[in-house]
């Protein structure tokens, strides 16, 4: 085999730094481009933001509001750190009397101080636990069972196996015992705590209540044995088996619909995500115009001092420096050009579905994303970066980007009408139709076709599956 020298001649795409920075800021949300920029500014001294005077003038009183929160929190949570560092089967009087009384030595105040505003489930059961006149004993039972309640306060494993796992660290445990201690459970705030399913969550709380409540004991007998029948709506069996008429049935349907599936849910704090919109669409003499939200945009300038020490030295090296400056420059302009390209997709999609700004989703018309590539003369791929996790404020509410895209049906007369127009519509028949002869999917389907649109059956069942409305069946009011 002989070994030559061969000359190529070929074309390839290189991405430039500037250019794979400019596509990945595209693609970020406005608030990981606001941490994608604080690690930035932390790393190039050549870039600051514009207010940052103002910032750092706000803050000059941080470090005292800090340290007065450090101690407040130091002051009110002592228990609930204590509770969360102590075994549950390593308990002793000593530290549930130091647990009842960390917060001061009046009485009255035991309880209040451990019910602080955010607790979670977990530290409100241990503050009625605690001030319980239970034994050592069934309150470390009760905590160990307490340990293992999920968020919505159901137990995550059998009794058996809660039984067993104790045997290993209690001696001459009893299942009864672990039964007792459950009952006790069961009796704290919130009512329904403590059960092992559903159907038992519901029975107890009707259990709570007087015994003179309406329906109660019909209600008990429907969530203690008979749940499935209810959630399929089966009113002749249902009537047969509790020899109730329809209005009993109901009075206990609605009472049971007013008790709490989740009983544990309202406890702890939720992280609450908020969406800051990227566009604001008003209008203006008739026209409808998207405009950039100034407070979404970083305004971000080059550091002028430690510029112009780089241009006074540039002679004597600094080469690092010159390469941050760069860097920044670089940087400054893709933020500018990703709001710019943000507000040009914008303003195009809202030209094209101004019909769905004045008079909603049933006007919503088809679009694709290679529509609005096509006017803004960008690639289908850069639209689908702009319109990821970016934000529409409408006089109509707040929608993603992407929300104005969607498939076409098409209709009798030839044209095009949107799934998220078939599904406005969907919805309307639905609120309207009656509660004892519910339309089905066949049924809207006919509907939808006397308007001129044409639908199948199992495209209206899809249709109606992501509005999360229940079939007709289970639509039908007893």
């Not at 005077?53 to 007065?68: C, I």
């Not at 955010?118 to 001030?131: D, F, K, M, P, S």
């Not at 702890?268 to 407070?295: C, F």
Request: aromatic share 4%.
């Amino acid at each position: 085999m002989k070994h030559s020298l061969q000359l190529k001649l070929g074309q390839h795409l290189t991405l430039t730094p500037q250019l794979q920075q400019s596509i990945r800021l595209l693609q970020l949300s406005t608030l990981e481009l606001n941490q994608e920029l604080e690690q930035i500014l932390q790393d190039n001294p050549l870039l600051e933001r514009e207010d940052e005077d103002e910032a750092e003038f706000a803050a000059a009183d941080a470090p005292v509001a800090h340290t007065a929160e450090a101690e407040t929190q130091s002051t009110e949570t002592p228990q609930a750190e204590s509770t969360e560092s102590e075994p549950a089967t390593a308990l002793d009087d000593a530290d549930w009397n130091d647990y009842s009384t960390a917060g001061g030595d009046d009485e009255d105040n035991d309880y209040a101080q451990g019910s602080v505003s955010g607790a979670t489930l977990r530290e409100h059961l241990l503050n009625q636990l605690i001030v319980s006149p239970l034994t050592l004993r069934d309150r470390t039972l009760v905590a160990a069972l307490i340990d293992d309640l999920d968020e919505s306060g159901f137990l995550t494993q059998p009794l058996a196996d809660i039984t067993a796992g104790l045997q290993t660290e209690l001696e001459e445990l009893e299942p009864e015992e672990v039964e007792t201690a459950l009952k006790h459970l069961q009796n704290m705030d919130p009512t329904g705590v403590g059960a092992r399913n559903l159907a038992e969550c519901l029975t107890l709380q009707l259990r709570a209540l007087p015994p003179d409540t309406p329906a109660r004991d019909a209600a008990m007998r429907l969530t203690s044995h008979y749940l499935d029948l209810l959630a399929a709506r089966d009113v002749g069996k249902l009537k047969k088996i509790l020899a109730i008429d329809d209005t009993a049935l109901r009075t206990a349907r609605a009472l049971i619909l007013s008790l709490n599936p989740r009983p544990g849910a309202a406890f702890g704090a939720d992280e609450t995500h908020y969406v800051i919109p990227d566009v604001y669409v008003r209008k203006v003499k008739g026209m409808w115009i998207a405009s950039l939200n100034a407070d979404a945009m970083p305004k971000l300038r080059v550091n002028r001092v430690y510029a112009d020490i780089l241009a006074r030295h540039r002679e004597n090296g600094g080469s690092q420096l010159a390469s941050q400056l760069q860097e920044a420059r670089w940087l400054i302009k893709n933020v500018q050009q990703r709001f710019d390209t943000i507000l040009r997709v914008s303003q195009a999609i809202v030209d094209r579905q101004k019909h769905f700004f004045e008079h909603g989703e049933v006007a919503m018309r088809p679009l694709v994303l290679r529509e609005i590539a096509d006017a803004v003369e960008l690639h289908e791929s850069t639209i689908s970066r702009v319109t990821t996790q970016k934000y529409m404020m409408t006089p109509r509410g707040l929608y993603e980007l992407k929300y104005f895209f969607g498939s076409h049906v098409s209709t009798d007369n030839g044209g095009a009408c949107s799934s998220t127009a078939i599904r406005a519509l969907i919805k309307q028949l639905i609120a309207a139709e009656s509660g004892k002869k519910p339309l089905s999917d066949g049924q809207l389907a006919e509907v939808l076709g006397q308007q001129g649109i044409v639908v199948a059956r199992r495209t209206v069942a899809k249709y109606r599956e992501s509005l999360q409305i229940p079939p007709a069946n289970m639509r039908r009011a007893l």
